[in-house]
């Protein structure tokens, strides 16, 4: 009887249990300095609404039952139950609400500095002397027969640049790495500066990686290190998630968690330990990210994925 009772403790906390693995594997992200408090308050939301479900299942189904030595049977009992259920909901509401305001507030930010750079005269004059600069760099490829190459300022041109140049390019990198530190501490919104910024980040980066280097060896080795994180989450190669192996494209300096190659294990071992409380779990979540998002994103196929679909394509004709 006492085996039981632990069985019946075990079932009882197999919905916590997979919340718990789904948050620590599959929402957390390393990229990330510090645990995004939405993600946090997303997580205390799912697990007040488990306990909150768990109140209403005991209460219909399983009013019978114990737990530690409490039964919600007798007098007075519903009363309590009902405040306990109403707690559970009004703590649901709050934490809800919360999360609400932190991502609307980190939006908030993202748009004013995104706007306050865009109405700066000194950063709109920074701005001009670099494009100038690098139209100037793709006219001498174009003289040179070279016009097939990336634009970029060489150490021997980076010493014939006028001062004026030179302080446009360490503007430019300054600002690009704030931005780089703003998104890794979750203090401004990756999604959103993405979409603005993305072409900006990789252009300015291919364009000066050889002054970072040329910097780092004048001051230290650390410098603009999150501008060169930010440019390799965001690269070409790595700016999307195949939708075939869900993985993303390994970098020098954003590294896969270690996980990703065994999230199949990680999914069936979950199954079996939570009595399929987990596969609930994943179609809660997908349908719920299939309903609050649009419809109209593209899917990105990876290299390695891309030729089992064309040999299956090709089979099918």
């Given at each position: 009887m006492h085996e039981y009772y632990i069985f019946q403790s075990y079932l009882l906390l197999m919905p916590y249990?997979?919340?718990?693995?789904?948050?620590?594997?599959?929402?957390?992200?390393?990229?990330?300095?510090k645990t995004r408090s939405s993600v946090q308050l997303l997580y205390g939301l799912m697990v007040?609404?488990?306990?909150?479900?768990?109140?209403i299942l005991w209460r219909a189904f399983f009013s019978e039952y114990y737990f530690f030595k409490?039964?919600?049977?007798?007098?007075?009992?519903?009363?309590?139950?009902?405040?306990?259920?109403?707690?559970?909901?009004?703590?649901?509401?709050?934490?809800?609400?919360a999360r609400v305001q932190i991502i609307n507030a980190i939006?908030?930010?993202?748009?004013?500095?995104?706007?306050?750079?865009?109405?700066?005269?000194?950063?709109i004059e920074k701005v001009e002397k670099v494009m100038s600069l690098r139209r100037e760099i793709v006219d001498e490829n174009k003289k040179s027969g070279?016009?097939?190459?990336?634009?970029?300022?060489?150490?021997?041109?980076y010493h014939t640049l006028k001062d004026a140049e030179k302080s446009a390019i360490i503007y430019m990198l300054n600002y690009l790495e704030f931005i780089s530190i703003g998104i890794r501490h979750y203090n401004l919104d990756e999604a959103f500066l993405k979409q603005s910024m993305r072409s900006i980040v990789n252009s300015n980066y291919d364009l000066f990686h050889k002054v970072i280097?040329?910097?780092?060896?004048?001051?230290?080795k650390a410098v603009y290190t999150q501008f060169e994180l930010l440019h390799a989450r965001w690269g070409k190669d790595g700016a999307?998630?195949?939708?075939k192996c869900h993985a993303w494209q390994d970098s020098v300096f954003v590294k896969k968690p270690w996980y990703v190659n065994y999230s199949f294990t990680i999914h069936f071992l979950s199954v079996v330990l939570t009595m399929g409380a987990?596969?609930?779990?994943?179609?809660?979540?997908?349908s719920t990210k299939e309903f609050l998002t649009s419809g109209e994103q593209s899917e990105h196929i990876c290299y390695n994925c891309a030729p089992k679909i064309v040999d299956a394509l090709d089979k099918v004709v």
């Open positions: 249990l997979a919340l718990t693995i789904y948050f620590l594997f599959f929402q957390s992200d390393n990229f990330y300095l007040l609404g488990t306990v909150f479900l768990n109140l409490f039964n919600i049977n007798g007098t007075g009992k519903h009363v309590l139950l009902a405040t306990l259920l109403a707690t559970v909901a009004a703590v649901s509401g709050w934490v809800f609400t939006k908030n930010q993202s748009l004013q500095v995104l706007m306050n750079s865009r109405n700066s005269t000194i950063y070279k016009s097939d190459l990336k634009p970029l300022v060489t150490e021997d041109k280097e040329i910097h780092r060896g004048y001051d230290n999307a998630k195949c939708s987990w596969f609930l779990l994943i179609l809660f979540m997908w």
